[in-house]
Nanobody, 123 residues
Framework: QVELEESGGGSVQAGGSLRLSCALS????????MGWFRQAPGKERERVAT???????SYANAVKGRFTVSVDSTKNTLYLQMDSLNSEDTATYYC?????????????????WGQGTQVTVSS
């Protein structure tokens, strides 16, 4: 019932910025764990940033201080603001959400996945 659609990817030069969006299907609550994951060619999928139902955030060390995850409840949309991008950020980015609303921290799970959006950063 919960469906996710990413947008906002593209090609940028190192040092640039992008903002990714993840729209939740109409009629579903944003009061749930949500997050961003990425996968580069030849690499394992990795967690980038998460935000729980209490709006506590967590970031991978590689992006801490550069990326910001947020939720706009009025638009029912998850965002990832990416600043100071470098070539290591090149990947397909996926948003994901818990199928159960209202969970916090370590209780979060990520069952529902979007189609992904490509981010390419040139040196």
């Amino acid at each position: 019932q919960v469906e996710l659609e990413e947008s906002g990817g593209g090609s940028v030069q190192a040092g640039g910025s992008l903002r990714l969006s993840c729209a939740l299907s109409q009629g579903t609550t944003s009061n749930r764990c949500m997050g961003w994951f990425r996968q580069a060619p030849g690499k394992e999928r990795e967690r980038v940033a998460t935000i729980d139902s209490g709006r506590s955030t967590s970031y991978a060390n590689a992006v801490k201080g550069r990326f910001t995850v947020s939720v706009d409840s009025t638009k029912n949309t998850l965002y990832l603001q990416m600043d100071s991008l470098n070539s290591e950020d090149t990947a397909t980015y996926y948003c994901a959400a818990d199928r159960i609303w209202g969970r916090l921290g370590d209780m979060c799970a990520y069952h529902i996945w979007g189609q992904g959006t490509q981010v390419t950063v040139s040196s």
